[in-house]
């Protein structure tokens, strides 16, 4: 039978069985459209890295014989949408038969069941062969829990797939080896320099040059930097395991100004397209820390592991328990905008400064400057959370809705009400300054909560426990807070409250 297969842009898994036969009755599509261009306003990085690694794909495929349809962005029958263009390549080739994989992302996920319900024709839906877990396999687990502990979920995916177990306990006889982890860096301590490609994707980024797709951030075109193909992936991996897994866990936390990616492997980009798998980057890891335990300590070891078989997996089963509605939780009712400092780095608080630039330049910054930087910042600030979704959504070049809303909505702006967090992610500046460099040489003072140049995270800090007393004090992690908050001097409160209010009202001149 005349058969059609969808592959979509974060669908690159070089690994998938549907390519260990080849068959000339097969007609692989794949499709640069509008649709994905623009549901977002992306970074330049995101839009050419997609791109580039689904071109490198297909001629992949084409190499190895398949039969494959390409469609390019300016393609002039391209009709900048999945369902237009299948139906026309339906017509055209005489397809009797239509298969495509599982979808990431919610809102494909419908378009799809809803084009193949539409269809005349045959057709099935396959699994991506990329993840641990199943979509529902986190839903089912907590099937009747009121609290869903990442931990619990994490020490089941270690056991089912036998992963650092003896029998049925860890290897090590410890699950979990945070204490040990999350140092700020020494002084003068310099990371690995980051592993950059130089691949030519000029053409690309010409092309969408040409079209009306709005992007945001820089790009250096001749020399891209992030991995665009599976061997480049590999390269990466290697990299890392070799430069920075000795040191990951030790750093993860850690902050410094101009170290944009300090131990971080930066595979997510990979990871999401599926380029390479989260089994194959686990168990290089592993190797690595049985060939060498004096390079790299078990603690290193089990603080990355967990972050992949533990929260990415963890973020997904959420993601398909929890939407569409997850989409749309806002549970302090945060209003505001953005402010315009978001895209330009133009602010004159160091940590802003640094992660909102380098992430425009380069289209990534790491967990601990997302979460506690940025997203702090939009918390504190009464943001709503819609707006930072688009925000993250674009600026990321491996943002895609699955990971990017539980970790954005839920764990930064803790939108769902304690579904993926068990309290909000919110500090003041005392915990940017053991984490990192960046408050010395700042604008503002980080011991000051009100005044002159006072580090605006401090009065920010204490205005959102008060503005959210009634639905956070009950909270048996956050009471403590409240104890600090209630036993300050009415006349104390009431400067710090003022000053937080100046800083909101003058927000984009922060
Ligand atoms: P490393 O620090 O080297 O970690 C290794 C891998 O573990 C990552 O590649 C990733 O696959 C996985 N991982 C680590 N933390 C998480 C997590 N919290 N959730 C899921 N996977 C995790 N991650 C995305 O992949 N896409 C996003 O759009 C995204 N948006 C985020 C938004 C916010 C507000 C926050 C706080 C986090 C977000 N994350 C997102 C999670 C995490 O920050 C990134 O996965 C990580 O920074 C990617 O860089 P890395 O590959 O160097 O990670």
């Known amino acids: 039978t005349p058969t059609l297969r969808l592959i979509l842009g974060d669908q690159l898994n070089y690994n998938h069985s549907w390519f260990d036969t080849i068959d000339n009755t097969i007609t692989y599509v794949m499709m640069e459209v509008r649709t994905e261009t623009d549901y977002a306003t992306h970074h330049i990085q995101k839009v050419v890295g997609f791109f580039a690694a689904m071109r490198q794909f297909a001629d992949w495929l084409q190499l190895k014989n398949h039969k494959v349809l390409y469609i390019k962005i300016n393609d002039s029958n391209n009709l900048q949408s999945f369902e237009s263009n299948l139906n026309t390549i339906i017509k055209q080739e005489n397809i009797a038969h239509f298969e495509y994989q ?20 045959s057709n099935e839906v396959f699994d991506t062969e990329h993840f641990f877990s199943t979509r529902n396999e986190l839903g089912a687990f907590f099937e009747g829990k009121k609290t869903f502990i990442m931990e619990s979920f994490y020490r089941t995916m270690r056991k089912k797939h036998d992963i650092m177990m003896e029998g049925n306990n860890p290897i090590t006889g410890q699950w979990n080896y945070d204490s040990d982890n999350r140092k700020k860096l020494p002084k003068d301590h310099r990371a690995t320099t980051p592993l950059l490609f130089s691949s030519d994707v000029a053409l690309i980024a010409e092309e969408i040059s040409k079209t009306t797709i709005q992007t945001i951030g820089k790009i250096d075109a001749k020399n891209f930097i992030w991995p665009i193909n599976r061997d480049q992936s590999l390269e ?15 750093y993860q936390d850690a902050m410094s100004p101009g170290q944009w990616s300090l131990y971080h492997s930066r595979l997510s980009f990979s990871l999401n397209t599926k380029m390479i798998s989260p089994l194959e980057v686990v168990n290089e ?14 603690n ?21 328990l929890k939407m569409p509605e997850y989409a749309k939780l ?23 400064k640094d992660a909102i630039t380098q992430s425009l330049e380069y289209a990534y910054a790491h967990h601990i400057q997302r979460l506690m930087i940025t997203g702090n910042f939009a918390l504190l600030a009464g943001i709503d959370p819609d707006e930072v979704d688009q925000w993250y959504l674009g600026i990321y070049i491996d943002a895609l809705d ?24 919110v500090s003041s500046a005392a915990y940017m300054d053991k984490m990192s460099h960046y408050c010395g040489s700042c604008f503002y003072n980080k011991a000051k909560k009100t005044g002159e140049k006072a580090c605006p995270f401090n009065s920010l800090y204490w205005n959102f426990y008060d503005k ?30 003022e000053q937080a209010d100046y800083y909101l009202k003058n927000i984009n001149s922060l």
């Open 236 to 250: 990466l991996l290697q990299f890392f395991i070799a430069e920075c897994l000795p040191l990951f866990g030790s």
């Open 102 to 121: 599982l979808p990431d992302e919610y809102r494909l996920d419908c378009v799809l069941k809803n084009f193949s319900s539409s269809l005349s024709i």
């Open 330 to 352: 806002n549970f302090f009712n945060h209003q505001e905008k953005l402010p315009d400092w978001f895209w330009t780095g133009k602010t004159k608080m160091n940590c802003l």
């Open 300 to 320: 290193q070891l089990e603080g990355f592991v967990r972050q992949i078989i533990g929260w990415r997996e963890y973020m997904r089963g959420i993601y398909w």
């Open 402 to 425: 699955w990971v990017e809303i539980t970790n954005t909505r839920g764990m930064s702006q803790f939108a769902d009400g304690g579904i993926v967090g068990t309290k909000p992610y």
């Open 468 to 497: 959210h007393k009634d639905k956070l004090s009950q909270n048996p992690r956050i009471g403590m807070m409240y104890n600090v908050w209630n036993k300050m001097k009415p006349e104390d409160k009431t400067v710090l409250l």
């Open 285 to 298: 890891a592993i190797r690595a820390w049985q060939h060498n335990p004096e390079l790299i300590a078990y």
